[in-house]
């Protein structure tokens, strides 16, 4: 059964960093897209950012130019750095896997792991 364990999270200020990590097992991260999402309280899941099996990245535009994301074959592992922190930022952060394009809809992706708190305070 392929799942993703994520873990990183924490609570931080604003400005401050964190990394994300997401490992995958039953399944070869190298062969699927990869994206991470979040949830705020009382929210909707959103998408805010994808890997593609080929390295092509997407992002959520209220994180461009302060998350990155990145993958390690080798550990069969997806990282988010996450930088320059807002309060907005703070979520339930998930990954997921997906066969096609680096939509950033949740609708595309599956087996999810169980995520991961991020809290950033003001």
């Known amino acids: 059964q392929s799942q993703f364990v994520e873990s990183g999270g924490g609570l931080v200020q604003f400005g401050e960093s964190l990394r994300l990590s997401c490992a995958a097992s039953?399944?070869?991260?190298?062969?699927?897209?990869v994206g991470w999402f979040r949830q705020a309280p009382g929210k909707e899941r959103e998408g805010v950012s994808c890997?593609?099996?080929?390295?092509?990245?997407e992002y959520k535009d209220s994180v461009k130019g302060r998350f990155t994301i990145s993958r390690d074959d080798a550990k069969n592992t997806v990282y988010l750095q996450m930088d320059s922190l807002k309060p907005e930022d703070t979520g339930l952060y998930s990954c997921a896997a997906t066969v096609g394009a680096c939509t950033l809809e949740p609708s595309d992706f599956s087996a999810w792991g169980q995520g991961t708190q991020v809290t950033v305070s003001s």
């Open positions: 039953g399944l070869s991260l190298r062969y699927y897209g």
């Open positions: 890997m593609t099996r080929d390295g092509v990245t």
